[in-house]
T-cell receptor, first 111, second 110 residues
Framework: EAQVTQNPRYLITVTGKKLTVTCSQN?????MSWYRQDPGLGLRQIYY???????DKGDVPEGYKVSRKEKRNFPLILESPSPNQTSLYFC??????????FGSGTRLTVV | GQNIDQPTEMTATEGAIVQINCTYQ??????LFWYQQHAGEAPTFLSY????GLEEKGRFSSFLSRSKGYSYLLLKELQMKDSASYLC???????????FGQGTELSVKP
């Protein structure tokens, strides 16, 4: 089954404790992306990647890191999480021709 | 810069037709997408327009006018399960940059 898998689904952590949210796709898509979704602000793009070792900032990259060492994986790293990074996060992937297919989401709470 | 506007909320009756509008201003336009999102779930792809005109897909149709920076999503024969948020998104250039509007919350009433 074609899908984007992200883990974990839910995460509660403390301020300053580094964390990684994993994302994997099995569709051989070139593009991958991370979004966060907050009430009243909609979906905002954090980072995106056009291919292996090619990444670029979205609209809200501060406080996040990404890497694309393999085509299928695109982890999101929060080196020192803060409470304002409490949000619902979505990973997504796409081919050149079509829009993004989204993962099921990760609900992150930073206390 | 870029700006995508769509109404915040709409209400419609089961069995009716509803049109959700989206206007955008962006450089490097390379396609417009519509997604459906139920509360707490991931957005799911509905339609894609890159050329002017109407794209029809069952009960859903989407229209694009690039010169006017305007699109609409048309939902026919509304069902209760169509109650959801509808997101308009614009792709810029050839890359992976996809910008979303804030979404239109559609409520379908019996």
């Amino acid at each position: 089954e074609a899908q984007v898998t992200q883990n974990p689904r839910y995460l509660i952590t403390v301020t300053g404790k580094k964390l990684t949210v994993t994302c994997s796709q099995n569709m051989n898509h070139e593009y991958m992306s991370w979004y966060r979704q907050d009430p009243g602000l909609g979906l905002r793009q954090i980072y995106y990647s056009m291919n292996v070792e090619v990444t670029d900032k979205g609209d809200v990259p501060e406080g996040y890191k990404v890497s694309r060492k393999e085509k299928r994986n695109f982890p999101l790293i929060l080196e020192s999480p803060s409470p304002n990074q409490t949000s619902l996060y979505f990973c997504a992937s796409s081919s050149r021709e079509y829009g993004y297919t989204f993962g099921s989401g990760t609900r992150l709470t930073v206390v | 810069g870029q700006n995508i506007d769509q109404p915040t909320e709409m209400t419609a009756t089961e069995g009716a037709i509803v049109q959700i509008n989206c206007t955008y201003q962006t450089s490097g336009f390379n396609g417009l997408f519509w997604y459906q999102q139920h509360a707490g779930e991931a957005p799911t792809f509905l339609s894609y327009n890159v050329l002017d005109g109407l794209e029809e897909k069952g009960r859903f149709s989407s229209f694009l006018s690039r010169s006017k920076g305007y699109s609409y999503l048309l939902l026919k024969e509304l069902q209760m399960k169509d109650s959801a948020s509808y997101l308009c998104a614009v792709r810029r250039n050839q890359g992976g940059k996809l910008i979303f509007g804030q979404g239109t919350e559609l409520s379908v009433k019996p």
